[in-house]
């Protein structure tokens, strides 16, 4: 089986999906090998994420990516969810095929691209070198 049961599950009951109308900070990327794209939407409250959506057109993988990385930030402080890796994705995952690990590397990408534009607009100062793109 290429793909492992959580895989399975994330794609076919994906958490956390849709637009957040009132989101404090929204990341868009896309991937340039395979043209998916992924937007990640937080709610942040005293620097914890309280509320995290997605929407993703892509392969099942992004949005397996996507749903897991929601969950894994929830509930956490902006430091936690910038240290989120596409591996941590994965690894939550129960493993990805090799060729599908760029699918979870919009997801790392989507969720910190969402915490620069809460610091944006939030006036909040950052270093850029931890906003890698
Ligand atoms: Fe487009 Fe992933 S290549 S779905
Ligand atoms: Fe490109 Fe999955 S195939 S994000």
Redo the contacts with the bound molecule.
């Keep these: 089986m290429l793909y492992s049961a959580k895989v399975m599950d994330h794609f076919m009951n994906p958490r956390n999906v849709g637009i957040m109308e009132d989101a404090d900070g929204v990341g868009q990327v896309g991937?340039a090998?395979?043209?998916?794209t992924m937007k990640i939407y937080l709610k942040i409250q005293d620097g914890i994420i309280t509320r995290a959506t997605f929407e993703t057109?892509?392969?099942?993988?992004?949005i397996a990516s996507s749903s897991m990385a929601t969950v894994l930030i929830t509930g956490k402080p902006l430091s936690q969810a910038l240290a989120l890796t596409n591996q941590a994705v994965a690894e939550a995952l129960d493993g990805l095929p090799e060729q599908k690990l760029h699918?979870s590397v919009l997801a790392e990408q989507a969720v910190r691209a969402a915490v620069r534009d809460y610091y944006d607009r939030s006036h909040i100062p950052y270093d850029p070198a931890d906003f890698p793109v």
């Design positions: 991937s090998r395979c043209g998916d057109f892509g392969c099942g993988t992004a699918c």
